[in-house]
């Protein structure tokens, strides 16, 4: 912290007072939501994630277009997705201005635009572990959570996945089959408990079933391009749950 002591001028005999203010140099978001998860408090810089790049900015608000750009990248290419504890992925529109003080920002990732079809939570079940930096993402979501090992698979299980407008259902539990040397091999499609159709009655495309842990889920078969692959040190299970709310999205931007 910086400590500014301005002069006072005082009336001649008067006595002479010092006004002392704190001024915070630097936030660093992440640290602060997890310690606090309150406003963040005002300084002269602040710190996030934008996938694994540590961004300084020197003021509290700015619109998806200029974080992109502090990675290199342009709304044309990219998606931006931000991350607040307690949340699931937000996707931030090239002009629409992130207040970086919010209450639980945290993060945000990135995801390219070509991609086609083909409270704390609690953790209920935990066969197997997550890196410590995924776990707690899933414990932020203020979702329960479940780390399942079904014959020679590793499922990551999120129940309650608030889905968009338009579907049959609301939420649905959805897993994730997770790799057995993740995180340098990919995470790939999705899967939901709540098998999932459209109101207007308009099929989905690319859908099966697969059985995970004695129930039929109903399988995604959505996946990624050469120009939108994996990023070893950069992706994780937070950039592909920004995928999936992606997909979900998409289905209703198909051409009639």
Do not use: C
């Not at 607040?84 to 090239?94: D, F, N, T, V, W």
């Not at 999932?196 to 959505?222: C, E, H, P, V």
């Amino acid at each position: 912290m910086d400590t500014i002591e301005p002069q006072q001028t005082a009336p001649s005999g008067a006595n002479t007072e010092t006004i002392e203010v704190i001024v915070i140099e630097i936030v660093e978001l992440e640290e602060h939501s997890k310690r606090h998860g309150t406003h963040a408090p005002h300084a002269r810089h602040y710190a996030f994630r934008v996938d694994k790049e540590r961004i300084v900015v020197d003021v509290p608000e700015i619109d998806g277009e200029q974080i992109l750009a502090k990675v290199g990248k342009t709304p044309e290419k990219f998606k931006l997705y931000q991350h607040k504890r307690g949340h699931q992925p937000i996707l931030i529109g090239p002009l629409e201005v992130v207040n970086l003080r919010e209450p639980g920002v945290e993060r945000f990732t990135t995801m390219p635009k070509d991609t086609t079809e083909g409270r704390e939570g609690l953790r209920v079940r935990q066969d197997f572990r997550l890196p410590a930096s995924d776990e707690e993402y899933l414990n932020g979501l203020g979702l329960s959570w479940e780390a399942i090992r079904d014959g020679g698979n590793q499922w990551l299980v999120i129940h309650g996945w608030k889905l968009p407008a338009g579907y049959n259902h609301e939420t649905s539990s959805l897993a994730l089959l997770i790799p057995a040397n993740y995180s340098d091999s990919q995470i790939d499609m999705v899967y939901f408990q709540q098998h999932l159709a459209r109101r207007d009655g308009r099929a989905i495309n690319a859908l099966s079933t697969q059985a995970i842990a004695g129930a039929t889920w109903q399988r995604w078969s959505r996946h990624r391009t050469s120009q939108n692959p994996w990023r070893v040190g950069v992706d994780d299970i937070a950039s592909h749950l920004s995928l999936v709310s992606d997909w979900l999205s998409r289905e209703f931007a198909r051409a009639a």
